[in-house]
C-alpha cells in the first residue's frame, strides 16, 4: 500500500522514526500489543478510546498484562478530568453477529 512504512525494530526507535516522519503531526498507534508496550516504556501521551456498543466474541485486550500495575488514566474531555465514565448498554434482541 502506498504511503506505509514496515519497521522490524524496538518499539522506542519505531516511536522516533514516526514521529519524525509525521513532521510535528500526530503518532497515532493501533495495536493493542505495541500500545502496551509503549504504555509501559511512558511513550504515550494520550489515549483515545472509542467504544462501540458491540461485544466482539474474540480479539486483542486492550492493555493485556497479566501480573503489571494498573495504570490510572486522567479524562481529557469533561469537567472533571479524575471522574469515571459510566456506558449503560442492554444487549440487542439478536444481537449475535
Known sequence: MPGV????CDVAEAVR???EAAGGGN?????P?????LLERGLIDE????VAPVLLGDG???FD???GAPVRLAL??????????NLRYRPLPGGQG
Not at 500489543?33 to 508496550?37: A, E, F, P
Not at 489515549?47 to 472509542?50: G, K, R
Not at 481529557?76 to 465514565?85: K, M, Y
Open 27 to 31: 503518532l497515532e498507534v493501533f495495536s
Open 17 to 19: 522514526i514516526g514521529l
Open 47 to 50: 489515549i483515545d478510546l472509542h
Open 60 to 62: 486483542v485486550r486492550l
Open 65 to 67: 498484562n497479566p501480573g
Open 76 to 85: 481529557l474531555n469533561g469537567d472533571d478530568p479524575a471522574r469515571e465514565v
Open 5 to 8: 512504512t514496515f519497521l522490524s
Open 33 to 37: 500489543t505495541v500500545g502496551r508496550q
